[in-house]
């Protein structure tokens, strides 16, 4: 004869377990959402990342101040805030139109990024976590894809707003000849920093699948990854196709060298061929005809000047400007107004992130971040390439991404599109898990 209160009670407590199964799942299942819709619709992506973050928060406050390389953070945070305090208290020197508000706005690029960090990290804290990361991050760069090539093959020119302008595509149209195509996003250069970062998890993922013999699923992510060179092509942007050079002996290691290094000298010297003088003409045309005008154009301009390569007096301008206010700098967004009242000309920015931090806010916040960003990335090399026991492209992925965010910050500033900035602190927080998490393994060789 059953025991119906032992069976409800047995009921009771699997209902339990099973809720909170289910609630435990929750903050996680949210946050790879997030990652899904963050190129497309990021608007309902923060939606969907502002539980995981919080709870993130409550789950890691113990490890953010017993971790000696955030301290470094916080203190850029604090540099910043007074930075902020100082200006708005006791404005000196006020520029004309500017005003020391846009001090407090400046922060909401990087204060709340540093909160994505620590209330984040918690999501990429292993390698299965990290490599559905990588996943989540091709798949909602479909979208992305495809919005470039109806840009292109389709001339479907927004911008498209859905949802009452919760959701934008922008997609600008093609007025003139070769004219690099932005996709969704606002500018041609965040298609192509997104891309070039989403790159080195297209080569994690073709690996994978490799090595685990599965044919039809090498073929699409083969497929994939020819799909983002293409876009690249349409997107035009040098600094992305740098990054997807780099990320190539990244992933790979030291197997392809044999024949990567030789085939970037060849091109070089093919690229070469095409763009010097005294090369017989008919021959530059030949080789010409084999390479799309529109990366062509890119290089026709080989000597160092100012007028061929305008950003080494933004740079130089930038520097002098630093040095005249090296503690506080000139005020958030301030560059646009000094710049043109100086030259006579309109820059939004320096191009180069630690330039525009520095003058903003001052050295001090410029040199912890910096100090920062390299020391996770320093150490986590370490034990990505050197003590692993087994080699992890995800993982490796996930550094060469945040490698090549920071080479493109050398020569343009990508970092205000919050996706991207979003994506960079999440996978700066993935390999400082690394770290912790390889501390004990085993030196191998690669």
Known sequence: MYNYIEIRET????SIKLIRKIYSNLAYNLFLAGIF???????????????????????????????????????????????????????????NGWNPNLNWIGLGNYIPLFFVYFGLQPYVSNNVEREKLGKFLLLGTIPVIF?????????WYGPYEFLDGLIIWFQRPLNQANQPVSGLFNNPNYTGAWLAMIWPFSLALLSHFKNNKKALSYILIFSFCISIVFTLNLVNSRG????????????????????????ILLLSLYLLFCIIPNVPLDLQNYLRS??????????????????????????????????????FGWGAASFPLIYLSQTGDWKGHPHNLFLELSLSYGLIPSILLLLFTLIILQNSYNYIYKYQYQINKFNRACWASSFVF????????????????IIFWILLAGIRNIFDEQKNLVFIND
């Open 11 to 14: 009921l009771q407590k699997g």
């Open 37 to 95: 819709l963050l190129p497309s619709a990021p608007f309902f992506s923060i939606l969907l990342l502002i539980y995981p973050l919080l709870n993130g928060l409550r789950i890691n406050l113990k490890n953010i101040m017993g971790d000696k390389v955030n301290l470094l953070l916080l203190a850029a945070g604090a540099s910043m805030i007074i930075k902020s305090l100082v200006t708005t208290i006791n404005l000196s020197e006020p520029l």
């Open 147 to 155: 919005s470039c090539f109806s840009q292109y093959f389709l001339r």
């Open 240 to 263: 992305a196709w740098l990054g997807l050079l780099l990320s190539i002996p990244i992933i790979y290691g030291g197997e392809i060298l044999i024949w990567f290094i030789p085939l």
């Open 290 to 327: 084999m390479i799309p005008q529109n990366i062509l154009e890119n290089f026709k301009d080989l000597e160092m000047s100012y007028e061929n390569w305008p950003r080494l007096l933004i740079w130089k301008n930038s520097i002098e400007l630093i040095f005249k206010k090296p503690l």
């Open 406 to 421: 920071l080479i493109l910050q050398l020569f343009d500033i990508v970092y205000f599109d919050f996706r991207i900035s």
